[in-house]
T-cell receptor
Framework: SQELEQSPQSLIVQEGKNLTINCTSS?????LYWYKQKYGEGLIFLMM?????EEKSHEKITAKLDEKKQQSSLHITASQPSHAGIYLC??????????????FGKGTKLSVKP | NAGVTQTPKFQVLKTGQSMTLQCAQD?????MSWYRQDPGMGLRLIHY???????DQGEVPNGYNVSRSTTEDFPLRLLSAAPSQTSVYFC??????????????FGQGTRLTVV
């Protein structure tokens, strides 16, 4: 079965600093999703990447997809306390009967110190 | 447009009790799914449905039943709760399973404790 590995597991940064979270798939990626979760709340969709080399931005968050490496990175520029939370990457599972179901990484917990 | 609605938000059960977690979506999505989220384990798929009348097992289906009698509703049943089922449960829906363009919408989660 396909697995998504996120790194780092947790991250503490000073407000204003940049940071990067990585998500690596064990198999070919068919669409990569990034979500953010705050404690006690559901998952908020950030962005979706489909094609190798694709890059998308939303406010100060940029995500890229490297199809060859089966990897995506999420970059936050000039972090703010509002960026704190758990970031999850998700992907459509490919192949076999489970094709199309979304699987997720274990998440990266981000804390931003004021 | 309410999106995906889960009830209840919190629940405490005794071992052996049964209960149903409700999930409803108003987006006319074909695909609905249930995940559980545990510390260090991420989100794991319990059951999913690709349309009314069709359900299938995910990664961790044991101890849970589902049904899909309407497009809108996808309840998750715990027939005999066990402490190992203490978790946060999320319901999600997508327009359909196979579209790579389909964003998944999540409910707010149900925090379940089994004592």
């Amino acid at each position: 079965s396909q697995e998504l590995e996120q790194s780092p597991q947790s991250l503490i940064v000073q407000e204003g600093k940049n940071l990067t979270i990585n998500c690596t798939s064990s198999k070919t990626l068919y669409g990569l999703y990034w979500y953010k979760q705050k404690y006690g709340e559901g998952l908020i969709f950030l962005m979706m990447l489909q094609k190798g080399g694709e890059e998308k931005s939303h406010e100060k968050i940029t995500a890229k997809l490297d199809e060859k490496k089966q990897q995506s990175s999420l970059h936050i520029t000039a972090s703010q306390p509002s960026h704190a939370g758990i970031y999850l990457c998700g992907a459509r599972e490919g192949g076999g009967g489970s094709q199309g179901n979304l699987i997720f990484g274990k998440g990266t917990k981000l804390s931003v110190k004021p | 447009n309410a999106g995906v609605t889960q009830t209840p938000k919190f629940q405490v059960l005794k071992t052996g009790q049964s209960m149903t977690l409700q999930c409803a979506q108003d987006m006319n999505h074909e695909y609905m799914s249930w995940y559980r989220q545990d510390p260090g384990m991420g989100l794991r798929l319990i059951h999913y449905s690709v349309g009314a009348g069709i359900t299938d097992q995910g990664e961790v289906p044991n101890g849970y039943n589902v049904s899909r009698s309407t497009t809108e509703d996808f309840p998750l049943r715990l027939l005999s709760a066990a402490p190992s089922q203490t978790s946060v449960y999320f319901c999600a829906s997508r327009a359909n399973r196979d579209s790579s363009l389909a964003e998944a919408f999540f409910g707010q989660g149900t925090r379940l404790t089994v004592v």
